[in-house]
């Protein structure tokens, strides 16, 4: 499990004070300040904002991450990079957007990977970069597994479910004010964002839409099997896993994701493991 510390609680205390200072300030100078919605926030915005949370990460040393080094960087971050990308690839390109608002075709969505077996975790930020933990990783056996999950996850933030579960539990205006660097409580604030992102808790009717879609993307974008996830439902539970327990499951989960693909007429592929993640990952990992 990974759950917020009485540090953090005390932290988020003196956010939210902060945010009202904040808030208290602008309606103050000018008026009523109106809040923007999910979707003023163009996606250099969301990639912008991404960068802070990504740095404070790093420099808070809030998780060790695996190295990126020999013989590393040859198997494991090359083989889950590799499944990333190709989960993702029509969502960088972002062929159906507006030109003025695409993510930015230079910019790479990196895997990170979380050295920790106690913690069972995988999580995106705005702007693609994703963390994985090796005690995730570990529970998977098969290449199909890990698919849904990185395709769960590109999707999660993509869509502006990722965005809107943070204005909802951080408001827009603090989001700016991060983006800005303006306001008193912006150290403050992306600390506590940086820390508390991993354990956001997403509703069992959004994880219900982001399976709908993710086996659409898995049928498009794969000849994987499109029931990766229905393993690690059937023998394990939000107790155990959590990534189970910040996307939280609804009933008969596990029985529903194999009709998806029918009721939007999709061809999927069957392949469940290729046996390149037993040996460019379980057998390389510490």
Do not use: H
């Not at 056996?141 to 502006?160: A, P």
Request: glycine content about 4%; charged content about 20%; overall charge negative.
């Amino acid at each position: 499990m990974y759950p917020l510390k009485k540090s953090s609680q005390r932290k988020s205390f003196v956010f939210l004070l902060c945010c009202a200072i904040s808030t208290l300030i602008f309606s103050c100078k000018g008026g009523t300040f109106e809040v923007p919605s999910p979707e003023e926030f163009t996606k250099a915005n969301r990639e912008e904002l991404g960068e802070i949370i990504y740095s404070t990460i790093l420099q808070t040393n809030q998780f060790q991450l695996l190295p990126n080094l020999p013989p590393y960087d040859t198997s494991v971050y090359w083989y889950v990079q590799t499944l990333y990308n190709q989960a993702t690839l029509s969502l960088r390109l972002d062929n159906q957007s507006p030109s003025s608002n695409r993510w930015n075709q230079t910019r790479n969505w990196e895997v990170n990977i979380i050295q920790d077996d106690n913690l069972k975790i995988a999580f995106t930020i705005p702007g693609g970069y994703l963390f994985i933990s090796t005690g995730l990783l570990k529970l998977f056996k098969e290449d199909f597994e890990l698919y849904y999950v990185l395709s769960f996850e590109g999707i999660l933030m993509n869509d502006r479910y990722l965005l809107t579960r943070m204005i909802e539990e951080y408001n827009s205006l603090t989001l700016i004010n991060i983006l800005q660097g303006k306001a008193t409580a912006t150290e403050i604030s992306k600390k506590i964002v940086a820390e508390e992102l991993p354990t956001l808790v997403f509703d069992s009717n959004i994880v219900r839409d982001l399976d709908s879609k993710t086996v659409q993307d898995i049928c498009e974008s794969s000849i994987f099997e499109r029931q990766g996830i229905v393993p690690l439902l059937n023998n394990y539970s939000k107790n155990e896993v959590d990534w189970l327990r910040t996307r939280e499951t609804y009933s008969a989960r596990a029985d529903e994701i194999p009709f998806y693909s029918t009721e939007n007429g999709l061809i999927c592929g069957e392949v469940r493991n290729t046996g390149k993640y037993q040996q460019y990952v379980l057998d390389i990992l510490p």
